[in-house]
Nanobody
């Protein structure tokens, strides 16, 4: 079994900052990609940012320059520093990992966190 412990969401005023954390634990051999996705009310879930094992990052155009994703491989944890937040960033943010399970290190699985709400007031 795999667990993702997300933290750091909340209410913030426009222009403020928040930092999300997501710690993975359980039957994990290694983690490939880690990332954050967001889902606004009534909208589809979309990419916010991802980071590969060696630190290669990918961002949605709308967050480039404001959001920074990072990871600590020793802790199986991914972080998402969000600065200059805007009301349109209001959404539930979901942690995602692509990992190799201990039971079958040659395969890979995807796993989602339960999500954490971020609300940006104007």
């Amino acid at each position: 079994q795999v667990q993702l412990a997300e933290s750091g969401g909340g209410l913030v005023q426009a222009g403020g900052s928040l930092r999300l954390s997501c710690a993975a634990s359980g039957s994990i051999f290694s983690i490939n990609a880690m990332g954050w996705y967001r889902q606004a009310p009534g909208k589809q879930r979309k990419l916010a940012a991802t980071i590969g094992t060696l630190g290669t990052t990918n961002y949605a155009d709308s967050v480039k320059g404001r959001f920074t994703i990072s990871r600590d491989n020793a802790k199986n944890t991914v972080y998402h520093q969000m600065n200059s937040l805007k009301p349109e960033n209001t959404a539930v943010y979901y942690c995602h990992i692509n990992y190799r399970p201990r039971s079958s290190p040659s395969s890979s699985n995807n796993y989602w966190g339960r999500g954490t709400q971020i609300t940006v007031s104007s």
